[in-house]
C-alpha cells in the first residue's frame, strides 16, 4: 500500500488569510483525490487531480476557492482561499493505489486539521 | 447518483458484546464496497472489503458480506475489545473512482 503524507498536521489560521497543504506520495500514483471531514461529519470529495491536467471538482466545490496543484506523479497541493470559520474541517489526501487488486481501493493520509478564527 | 446509508449511532456497547453496523447502497453498475475505520486522532484506515456479490471481506475480526440482493454490506464483529472504539465509515466505489461514505457511525466500547 502507498506511504501518504501531509504537511502541515494542523494549523489554526485568520479568516481572510489562505492555506496550502501539500500531500506527497511515496510511489507513483495517477490519481489523487482531496477531501473534507467537517466537524462530526462524514467525508466530502472536493477534487480528483490527476497529473498534466487540470482538477475536476464535485458539485459545491470551485477552482478559486479551492485550487490545486498536481506538478508530478507523487506530489499534489490544496489551497483553501479566503478562509473563514465555516472552512475549519479536516482536509484528506487520498490516492487509487494501482498495485491493489481493487482498481478503485483508496489510501489517505493523516489529514490536515485546519482551524478558521 | 451512488449513495450510502449507515447506521446512526452514537453505539455503546461492553467489552466482549456483538457488534452490528448495517450499511446499504445505492449504485449503477457493480460496485466496490469497503469499510473504513477512524481511531481517536488518527487517520482514515482501510478495514476490509468485497468487490463483488457474495465476496466477504475480513481483517482484525471484522467482517461483512456483499449482499447484492438486499444492497447491503453490514460490518459484524462477534467480541468488541475496547480498542474498537473509532468511527466506522462504510463506502463504495463505482467505476468513476470516486468514493462515496456514509455519514459515520461512532462505537464506543466500555471495558
Known amino acids: 500500500s502507498a506511504v501518504i503524507s501531509q504537511k502541515p498536521s494542523r494549523d489554526i489560521c485568520q479568516r481572510g488569510t489562505s492555506l496550502t497543504i501539500q500531500c506527497q506520495v511515496d510511489s507513483q500514483v495517477t490519481m489523487m483525490f482531496w477531501y473534507r471531514q467537517q466537524p462530526g461529519q462524514s467525508l466530502t470529495l472536493i477534487a480528483t487531480?490527476?497529473?498534466?491536467?487540470?482538477?475536476?471538482?464535485e458539485s459545491g466545490f470551485v477552482i478559486d476557492k479551492f485550487p490545486i496543484s498536481r506538478p508530478n506523479l507523487t506530489f499534489s497541493t490544496l489551497t483553501v482561499s479566503n478562509l473563514s470559520p465555516e472552512d475549519s474541517s479536516i482536509y484528506l489526501c487520498s490516492v487509487e493505489d494501482p498495485g491493489t487488486e481493487t482498481y478503485n481501493e483508496q489510501f489517505f493520509g493523516p489529514g490536515t486539521r485546519l482551524t478558521v478564527l | 447518483g451512488d449513495s450510502v446509508t449507515q447506521m446512526e449511532g452514537p453505539v455503546t456497547l461492553s467489552e466482549e458484546a456483538f457488534l452490528t453496523i448495517n450499511c446499504t447502497y445505492t449504485?449503477?453498475?457493480?460496485?466496490?464496497l469497503f469499510w473504513y475505520v477512524q481511531y481517536p486522532g488518527e487517520g482514515l484506515q482501510l478495514l476490509l472489503k468485497a468487490t463483488k456479490a457474495d465476496d466477504k471481506g475480513s481483517n482484525k475480526g471484522f467482517e461483512a458480506t456483499y449482499r447484492k440482493e438486499t444492497t447491503s454490506f453490514h460490518l459484524e464483529k462477534g467480541s468488541v475489545q475496547v480498542s474498537d472504539s473509532a468511527v466506522y465509515f462504510c463506502a463504495l466505489s463505482s467505476n468513476d473512482y470516486k468514493l462515496s461514505f456514509g455519514a459515520g457511525t461512532t462505537v464506543t466500547v466500555r471495558a
Open positions: 449504485a449503477t453498475g457493480y460496485p466496490s
Open positions: 487531480a490527476n497529473q498534466g491536467s487540470e482538477a475536476t471538482y
